[in-house]
């Protein structure tokens, strides 16, 4: 589901709605480390929470249309994700590894559809192109792989603050290659985001 409405928000171009979600979900995390896990909770990281809970509702006040519907999914289907890896204990490899199985059914399918209906661009005419699409693979596995690795070893809270590099660059690249648009409201609810991400890296210090 995460890959999934990740690949929708690039074709779309919603990138910073998608980055929205990924700033979120580090401290979703944090809150899902200490219902499960009872990870440590303290006030600068309370704080946090309520910052980001805040900059949702401020969004469905100002209009239910200009809510990240894009960045909720992703926020909350990576911390879940998260979640259900740290909770079940399975070495990182054979947990990637049944999850592609789980995922291989559904991946058949789509190459199917993909070759029948003329989209296939892995082709011998196009030897870069067949580069491009092979490296997707390692390219997501890896990262997944070190992601689930770190969560394993340090828990949700610690390997949340390093992955605000991935949705700071989202962000980035959305706003300043891609041109995408960026209201004022959404302005005012990055601007509670990126309040609660400072106080929750200070909760570190």
Known sequence: MNWA?????????????????YFMMPILSVMLGYIFFKEQLNNKRILSIILVIISILYLVLISIKSLPWVGIIVALSWGFYNLIRKKINIDTDI???????????????????ITINGNNDFKLSDPPMMLFIFLAGP???????????GVELCGLGPTG???????TLQFLLGYFYYD????????????FIWIAVIIYLKGFV
């Open 95 to 113: 947990g990637l590894l049944i999850e592609s199985l789980y995922i291989l059914p559904f991946a058949v399918i789509a190459f199917y559809l």
């Open 5 to 21: 409405v990740w690949i929708y928000a690039i074709a779309t171009n919603r990138i910073i709605d998608a980055s929205f979600g």
């Open 180 to 191: 995408e648009p960026f209201s004022l409201a959404k302005l005012v609810s990055f601007i």
């Open 161 to 167: 603050m390093i992955f605000y590099i991935t949705p």
């Open 139 to 149: 390219m997501t596995v890896i990262p997944l792989f070190l992601y689930v690795r």
